[in-house]
């Protein structure tokens, strides 16, 4: 039977609206992710076959869309749409819980799983709210195995659309030196020039190997000031 032959209060859509996803089955949740069925396959049928093929939900998730188009009626825009959602959700499980930066360890805690690891130079920024409580974190830059961008207007304008009132920076060394460059030691001053110019609270910058962090210093006048609440 097609979905839409279905009275309205057994559709998948209609439970989800009426009674929330909880309700739904994995196929059913799937079918509204397909949209449409196949020539004589309802939309839950094919979703059931998709899972089927895979093994189960867990590796229907990690699968990439090629995968999904050796099932018959699974074509390409529903392939798309299928990796592109369970690719959405594991980038909301790698955001960062909202927790608090009150010094510069914490802004180092927050960018170190985008940093670890990673053998090419990477900018992170972590965006706080009023009160230090992170909103989000996002890699502005890659570079190359000893050097990465820190674009200061591009940094900014991520704060600023992203409702940030402060915000810290950090950056890797995949070579394992915690020793602040002169790029880094001109990004820092930069920043901190920039932020004050759009009423922004610079937090800190520092720098984070695989094992370790160390703040890259603020000049001496700004460093007397206390930037975490």
């Not at 990673?118 to 000893?146: A, K, N, Q, T």
Request: one cysteine or more; aromatic letters at 2%; charged letters at 25%.
């Amino acid at each position: 039977m097609r979905v839409k032959d279905m009275p309205p209060a057994d559709q998948p859509r209609e439970r989800l609206l009426s009674s929330g996803a909880s309700a739904l089955a994995d196929r059913e949740l799937l079918a509204l992710l397909l949209g449409s069925g196949s020539r004589g396959v309802s939309a839950v049928e094919l979703a059931s076959q998709l899972i089927a093929h895979c093994g189960d939900l867990g590796e229907l998730s990690r699968s990439e869309a090629h995968r999904l188009l050796a099932v018959r009626g699974v074509g390409p825009a529903k392939a798309a749409r299928v990796a592109a959602a369970f690719h959405l959700m594991r980038r909301a499980q790698a955001e960062p819980e909202r927790r608090r930066v009150s010094c510069s360890g914490d802004i180092a805690a927050v960018a170190a799983p985008l940093l670890h690891g990673c053998p090419r130079e990477r900018v992170v920024v972590v965006i706080c709210d009023s009160r230090g409580s992170v909103i989000r974190r996002s890699l502005v830059s890659e570079g190359g195995s000893d050097h990465a961008a820190a674009p200061v207007r591009d940094i900014v304008t991520t704060v600023l659309v992203s409702g940030g009132a402060a915000f810290g920076l950090a950056h890797n060394h995949p070579g394992g030196s915690l020793d602040a460059s002169a790029a880094d030691l001109d990004a820092t001053a930069r920043l901190h020039e920039a932020a004050e110019a759009v009423g922004l609270r610079f937090l800190d910058h520092v720098i984070v190997t695989d094992n370790a962090w160390r703040r890259v210093a603020l000049p001496p006048a700004v460093a007397r000031r206390q930037p975490y609440v």
